[in-house]
Every structure is written in structure tokens, then in C-alpha cells.
């Protein structure tokens, strides 16, 4: 599996001499297992004045960032619905598709440590709130027919399991180096193991949909949700058993224990030795 990308293209609370914010683009490559060394990931930063802020210099921009790589990505992930347009004909006219995503975890803790350590250096830093990109999301979908009815449990692992990762036998997954969420090797990090004998058709599905976290939803009745691109959900479970109901509200808490760390993995059944799919997923509050 060749690299991926994560990249923010928007204004910064910096002024030019003409008053006008400064634009910046950022590239980071994604952190794909849980042994991955961020410190030496390919990163590309630039600034962009405002009267260039189009596609075209997005491309040029990216390019640049191409060439100066390693390697060239196979995707481009991006968390920015507002940009979205301008975003996705860049990486077109460069030849590598985009995705809007919520899974940039690196560039979202870049973007954070930019925001407190260079952006107040530069000429002309205003101090703002930073933009925020919560849009309205549409409502969570019920999962298609074909994938209802699975059993699914939860469980826990200590972070430290985590480490074997690349040693498991997993046919779709993704992770991340811990030390990015910031938790130690002993914390407990919640999740759900789902069992089907469909369970590899399940997984791929779930690969194709670019996960971004479970939650636990308590504002229609309680259901476990999946949410994944930029504003997809999907009702996972609708949870009425009392034991199952005190479990999910175990795994909420868990999971906030753990900065948001969890993980969701698909078997074939319980005593299967392999996963059909595996990931390491964090929710996070994007900028």
C-alpha cells in the first residue's frame, strides 16, 4: 500500500499589508500503523496570498509537494467541506484522488501546535477563534440489509496489546502511533469486535466508507453510531437490553479515558484468529 496525505487549504489568522488574510496550505503524510515514527513524515507547508486563492495555485502548490516527496500518494484526505470543491479539482488536475475525511489525525494535531507556536510569530498575527467547520450533518442512516443482523460485542484491550498490530492477520485496517492521542501503554482502549460470516464483504464495505469513529448516541433512544467521511453516520446498533445498554455507557467512558481512542474490528466469529478488518480509530474536534 502506497502513502497517504492529509491537507488543510484555508486562511490563517495572519493580515497582509493590505489587511487581507494570509492563506496557507498544508500537506502531511498519514500515519498508517501504530509503529509509525511522525517526527520523520513527509510534511510540506506554504503560505498562499489571498488574491491566489484558486485551484490553480492549490495545484501548483501540490506539485511542488509531490516532487519534494519520497513518494507520490495513492489518495489525499481533507476535512474542510468548505473547501471541498477547490480541494478536489487540485488533486484531480495532480492525478490523485481526494477524500473528504475526518481521519486526519496528524494534520489536525499540526494544525493545533501552528496555531500556538508559529501563527502568533508571524507578522500581522490576529488573535481569533479559529473557523470552525461543524456544518449540519444529516441524521444517521440504517445500515443496508445486507450487513443487519451481525452479532457484536464490547471488549477492551491495554494499549500496549496494540503494539502487536502489525504481526495480526488483517485483511482491511488502519491505525496510528498511540503517542499521537497521548496514552500510555496502560490504558485500557474500549471497543467492538462484530461477527459474521460475511464478515470479509462487511469489512471491505467498511474499508470503502473511510471511518472515522464510533460513538454512543443518546439523543434518539441509545445506539451505537458509526461515523465516517466528513457527514456520514450509520446506526451501528439500537441498544435496549439493560446489560448492553450499561456496557455501551462503559465504552463511552472508556473511550474518553483514552483521549477518544478505540477501535473497531470485524470476525468471522468468536474464536476466529484473524480479522476480516481492524481499526484504530480517535475522535477528535477538528479546528
Same mark, same amino acid.
Given at each position: 500500500?502506497?502513502?497517504?496525505?492529509?491537507?488543510?487549504?484555508?486562511?490563517? !489568522?495572519?493580515?497582509?499589508?493590505? &489587511?487581507?488574510?494570509?492563506?496557507?496550505?498544508?500537506?502531511? #503524510? %498519514? /500515519? =498508517?500503523?501504530? $509503529?509509525?515514527?511522525?517526527?520523520?513524515?513527509?510534511?510540506?507547508?506554504?503560505?498562499?496570498?489571498?488574491?491566489?486563492?484558486?485551484?490553480?495555485?492549490?495545484?501548483?502548490?501540490?506539485?511542488?509537494?509531490?516532487?519534494?516527496?519520497?513518494?507520490?500518494?495513492?489518495?489525499?484526505?481533507?476535512?474542510?467541506?468548505?473547501?471541498?470543491?477547490?480541494?478536489?479539482?487540485?488533486?484531480?488536475?495532480?492525478?490523485?484522488?481526494?477524500?473528504?475525511?475526518?481521519?486526519?489525525?496528524?494534520?489536525?494535531?499540526?494544525?493545533?501546535?501552528?496555531?500556538?507556536?508559529?501563527? !502568533?510569530?508571524?507578522?500581522?498575527? &490576529?488573535?481569533?477563534?479559529?473557523?470552525?467547520?461543524?456544518? #449540519? %450533518? /444529516? =441524521?444517521?442512516? $440504517?445500515?443496508?440489509?445486507?450487513?443487519?443482523?451481525?452479532?457484536?460485542?464490547?471488549?477492551?484491550?491495554?494499549?500496549?496489546?496494540?503494539?502487536?498490530?502489525?504481526?495480526?492477520?488483517?485483511?482491511?485496517?488502519?491505525?496510528?502511533?498511540?503517542?499521537?492521542?497521548?496514552?500510555?501503554?496502560?490504558?485500557?482502549?474500549?471497543?467492538?469486535?462484530?461477527?459474521?460470516?460475511?464478515?470479509?464483504?462487511?469489512?471491505?464495505?467498511?474499508?470503502?466508507?473511510?471511518?472515522?469513529?464510533?460513538?454512543?448516541?443518546?439523543?434518539?433512544?441509545?445506539?451505537?453510531?458509526?461515523?465516517?467521511?466528513?457527514?456520514?453516520?450509520?446506526?451501528?446498533?439500537?441498544?435496549?437490553?439493560?446489560?448492553?445498554?450499561?456496557?455501551?455507557?462503559?465504552?463511552?467512558?472508556?473511550?474518553?479515558?483514552?483521549?477518544?481512542?478505540?477501535?473497531?474490528?470485524?470476525?468471522?466469529?468468536?474464536?476466529?484468529?484473524?480479522?476480516?478488518?481492524?481499526?484504530?480509530?480517535?475522535?477528535?474536534?477538528?479546528?
Amino acid at each position: 500500500m502506497g502513502s497517504i496525505w492529509e491537507l488543510d487549504f484555508y486562511s490563517r !489568522p495572519i493580515l497582509d499589508e493590505n &489587511q487581507k488574510k494570509v492563506w496557507e496550505v498544508l500537506v502531511c #503524510e %498519514s /500515519p =498508517l500503523d501504530v $509503529r509509525a515514527k511522525t517526527d520523520s513524515m513527509f510534511r510540506y507547508a506554504k503560505y498562499c496570498p489571498s488574491t491566489q486563492v484558486n485551484s490553480g495555485w492549490l495545484r501548483t502548490a501540490l506539485q511542488e509537494a509531490i516532487d519534494q516527496a519520497p513518494e507520490a500518494p495513492i489518495k489525499i484526505r481533507f476535512f474542510r467541506r468548505q473547501m471541498n470543491n477547490m480541494i478536489t479539482k487540485a488533486c484531480q488536475d495532480v492525478g490523485i484522488p481526494a477524500q473528504a475525511s475526518r481521519h486526519t489525525l496528524l494534520l489536525n494535531q499540526w494544525l493545533q501546535q501552528r496555531m500556538e507556536e508559529v501563527y !502568533p510569530h508571524q507578522a500581522g498575527y &490576529q488573535a481569533v477563534n479559529n473557523p470552525s467547520v461543524r456544518l #449540519e %450533518s /444529516p =441524521l444517521p442512516q $440504517r445500515l443496508p440489509d445486507a450487513l443487519e443482523g451481525n452479532k457484536w460485542v464490547f471488549v477492551s484491550l491495554q494499549a500496549s496489546d496494540l503494539m502487536d498490530m502489525p504481526e495480526w492477520e488483517i485483511g482491511f485496517g488502519e491505525a496510528f502511533p498511540l503517542e499521537l492521542a497521548q496514552v500510555s501503554p496502560e490504558t485500557r482502549i474500549p471497543g467492538v469486535l462484530i461477527f459474521s460470516p460475511r464478515a470479509l464483504p462487511i469489512a471491505g464495505w467498511m474499508s470503502g466508507l473511510d471511518l472515522a469513529y464510533l460513538r454512543f448516541d443518546t439523543s434518539d433512544g441509545s445506539r451505537l453510531v458509526l461515523e465516517t467521511g466528513v457527514t456520514e453516520s450509520w446506526i451501528l446498533a439500537n441498544i435496549k437490553n439493560p446489560q448492553t445498554l450499561a456496557e455501551a455507557k462503559g465504552f463511552d467512558a472508556a473511550k474518553k479515558e483514552a483521549n477518544g481512542v478505540h477501535f473497531i474490528g470485524v470476525q468471522s466469529d468468536p474464536q476466529a484468529e484473524s480479522f476480516a478488518g481492524f481499526w484504530l480509530l480517535q475522535e477528535v474536534n477538528l479546528p
